[in-house]
């Protein structure tokens, strides 16, 4: 199978949903699926934007016009779109580090600078962390980045609210008395281990909590795309984007 480019369905559904955006310029299909396709080669490779091979036409014009639609929230509303049937019997949360190459840094102050486009200091170095929520069979639902010193449970209400599930499964991180009550106030149930210094021991349902494997094997997909495994981009809109692309490709397989 041909990584590196989009396949005929995949393209087709994805142009019928460009097709929709009334702010953004499709012109040439042609034209716009070689644009596509060098986006998932620079994200396959890791490479430079400068390096991606000229069949894809001008680095600058690809990397500007990937830039205008990460401006214009369309990779943010591209998941929505496709992330529309999930299966909600659980909802699962997590969140994983990625290494931020030195070229991360040095996002101007007008733009909050590193703080304020999500990066920090870790055990793991200069990193971002990556926030998550997937269905049942581990498709991805939501995307958020903080500094990778950021904990886990900072992002839990964004990533669990309006979503109508029966369980919420997560790891220990997530054992906080205000987020339980949050779950059940969403008439759910938590799947979420106790910590170890709780005077009382909370039961959970041991069974169920297998099934947190399935974001975890979602995390192993998205971090086959180098540009995903490390962090390239100065500025968090742009690594979203990369992000909610890769997130797209596996709803579309």
């Given at each position: 199978m041909d990584r590196v480019h989009l396949q005929d369905k995949e393209w087709t559904r994805i142009l019928a949903f460009l097709r929709t955006r009334q702010d953004i310029y499709v012109g040439n299909e042609t034209a716009c699926r070689r644009f596509m396709d060098g986006v998932v080669w620079a994200m396959r490779s890791g490479s430079q934007w400068r390096l991606v091979p000229t069949e894809y036409g001008k680095w600058n014009s690809l990397y500007k016009r990937f830039a205008r639609w990460c401006d214009?929230?369309?990779w943010t509303a591209m998941l929505e779109?496709?992330?529309d049937d999930p299966d909600l019997a659980n909802l699962v949360i997590d969140s994983t580090l990625v290494r931020a190459h030195p070229c991360a840094?040095?996002?101007p102050a007008t733009q909050g600078g590193q703080v304020g486009q999500a990066l920090g200091r870790s055990r793991g170095g200069f990193t971002t962390k990556i926030h998550l929520s997937v269905d049942a069979h581990g498709r991805p639902l939501r995307i958020r980045l903080t500094a990778g010193q950021r904990h886990d449970i900072t992002q839990a209400p964004d990533l669990t609210d309006g979503f109508d599930y029966?369980?919420?499964?997560?790891?220990?991180s997530y054992d906080a008395n205000k987020f339980l009550a949050r779950i059940h106030a969403q008439h759910a149930l938590p799947v979420i281990p106790p910590r170890a210094n709780r005077r009382v021991q909370r039961p959970y349902d041991r069974d169920l909590y297998r099934e947190r494997h399935v974001i975890e094997c979602f995390i192993n997909k998205i971090k086959q795309y180098r540009r995903i495994f490390s962090r390239f981009d100065k500025l968090d809109t742009r690594y979203l984007g990369f992000l909610c692309f890769v997130a797209v490709l596996i709803w579309l397989r």
């Open positions: 214009k929230g369309v779109h496709f992330a840094a040095g996002a029966a369980h919420l499964i997560a790891d220990r």
